[in-house]
Each structure stands twice: as structure tokens, then as C-alpha cells.
């Protein structure tokens, strides 16, 4: 089992920048990504970010420029920049395992709002 812990969400004006937290314990070496999901009310989960254990990055269109991932050691990062009010969504913190099973967070609110 692995556990992931988010934190950092919060309310934001536009352009601003926020930066999330998501922590991994537990059978840590079965993942082989970690990554950044959200979803907007009446909409799907989409991908926002991923980071692969081989190092190899992948955002949404949507965000590149502006958001980048990165991760030391049992920890992922998101660094929101230039926040627009449609990044407002819950942010989830994913980590694929190695044996076929997604370990999700609880979700953190972000909302871009003045």
C-alpha cells in the first residue's frame, strides 16, 4: 500500500502562484510515476502533470509553460504559475504502481478567483 498526502491548495488571485505538496509512504518502490491530476466541477479528471521514475515529464497543453513538476525524493511538487481562474479545480496527487493499480490523494482545492 502507499499513502499520499497533498497540501498547498488554497484561493488564489489570477496570475498568482501556488505550489502543491503530495507526499508518498509506504510501498513506495512499486510506483512508477508520480503526477498531478484536478477536476472541474461537471467535468473529468484530466491530467495535469506526470513525472515518470525515469525522469521523463508530460503536462497538459493547457498548463505547459506554466506549471512544472518536480519531485525530491518521496515527494512530488506542482509549481503553479500565472494561475488563470480556469486551473480552478481539486487537485489530486497519483502514483501508478507497477503491478496495474493507481494510488490517488484526497484532493486539495485550488481556486483562481479575484
Known amino acids: 500500500q502507499v499513502q499520499l498526502v497533498e497540501s498547498g491548495g488554497g484561493l488564489v488571485q489570477p496570475g498568482g502562484s501556488l505550489r502543491l505538496s503530495c507526499a508518498a509512504s509506504?510501498?513506495?518502490?512499486?510506483?512508477?510515476?508520480m503526477g498531478w491530476y484536478r477536476q472541474a466541477p461537471g467535468k473529468q479528471r484530466e491530467l495535469v502533470a506526470q513525472?515518470?521514475?525515469?525522469?521523463t515529464t508530460n503536462y497538459a497543453d493547457s498548463v505547459k509553460g506554466r506549471f512544472t513538476i518536480s519531485r525530491d525524493k518521496n515527494t512530488v511538487y506542482l509549481q503553479m504559475n500565472s494561475l488563470k481562474p480556469e486551473d480552478t479545480a481539486i487537485y489530486y496527487c497519483?502514483?501508478?504502481?507497477?503491478?496495474?493499480?493507481?494510488?490517488w490523494g484526497q484532493g486539495t482545492q485550488v481556486t483562481v478567483s479575484s
Open positions: 509506504g510501498s513506495i518502490f512499486s510506483i512508477v510515476a
Open positions: 497519483n502514483a501508478p504502481s507497477n503491478v496495474g493499480f493507481d494510488y
Open positions: 513525472l515518470t521514475s525515469g525522469g
